[in-house]
């Protein structure tokens, strides 16, 4: 079943920080892969950030099912940038008609590939060692984010394993209804459309439904609320934060400064 609850285990270094700082240490790494167009930095970052999986408490196999989809973003961008670049140097790996391709056209579209998984892993981790609540505490007491929109965002949030609940449910009854597009991509294009229709239909009365709760409950009043959870600033957040920085810095002068 879909959840958007942290995967890790609680007892991990990761899990216990605080979510503002593993989000800042997450940015830290996207500006830091960001900074270079070389493929080596992406490879380095790619290699800490896996030496350091242990210390997230999330298991190998989910971590792999979780990225699935930004491995095939990351193949994509890579693939698509090593073809179809122009102007490229280097030695002539493959000529075909319109298609050429030379070692510097790789080794563009492998630094491009190896950028979006550095960027991203950090976020995928933070995101995965880190309860929905308390990064919606952490943003409305620390950084003053509006309740209406934390809490609003929590609550959708929340919400997502309902809809892929209603997809499969969708699905099964157009089934036993007899309605199956078989194996005719058309009609399968038409089926998708229409039940993402009445997807998003549903979604809209939920999110109608949650928005006057909310009135309901206050949260347009303007006026200060308590929280049932403190969260603060720790000695270890800050520690997080500068051994993040210290380690960008050093891959920084390692891999980039010294070439």
Same mark, same amino acid.
């Given at each position: ?93 493959? %000529? !075909? *008609?319109?298609?050429? =391709? ?10 491009? @590939? &190896?950028? /979006? $998984? #550095? ?60 309605? %199956? !597009? *078989?194996?005719?991509? =058309? ?10 229709? @009445? &997807?998003? /239909? $549903? #979604? ?56």
């Amino acid at each position: 079943m879909l959840t958007p609850a942290a995967v890790a285990a609680p007892s991990a270094i990761i899990v216990r920080a605080n979510p503002l700082a593993k989000l800042a240490a997450a940015s830290l790494i996207a500006g830091l892969a960001l900074s270079s167009t070389d493929w080596a930095l992406g490879l380095t970052l790619l290699v800490i950030e896996a030496a350091l999986l242990p210390l997230t408490g999330v298991r190998v196999g989910r971590f792999l099912w979780r990225i699935r989809y930004l491995a095939f973003a990351a193949f994509t961008v890579g693939v698509v940038n090593t073809v179809f670049a122009t102007g490229g140097g280097g030695t002539v790996w493959f %000529d !075909a *008609g319109p298609l050429h =391709v030379t070692s510097s056209d790789v080794d563009n579209g492998l630094a491009l @590939a &190896l950028r /979006v $998984g #550095a960027m991203a892993i950090p976020g995928v981790l933070a995101l995965a060692t880190t309860d929905p609540t308390d990064l919606a505490d952490a943003l409305i007491q620390q950084l003053r984010v509006s309740p209406r929109f934390a809490i609003g965002a929590l609550a959708a949030f929340r919400m997502l394993p309902l809809l892929a609940g209603e997809w499969r449910l969708i699905a099964m009854a157009r089934r036993a209804r007899g309605v %199956d !597009a *078989g194996w005719n991509p =058309v009609r399968r294009l038409r089926l998708f459309a229409s039940t993402m229709f @009445a &997807l998003l /239909v $549903g #979604a809209i009365r939920r999110a109608t439904r949650l928005a006057t709760a909310m009135d309901a409950r206050g949260f347009d009043s303007g006026v200060p609320r308590t929280h049932a959870r403190i969260r603060r600033m720790r000695g270890g957040d800050w520690v997080l934060l500068a051994a993040t920085a210290v380690a960008c810095l050093a891959v920084y002068v390692a891999v980039v400064v010294s070439r």
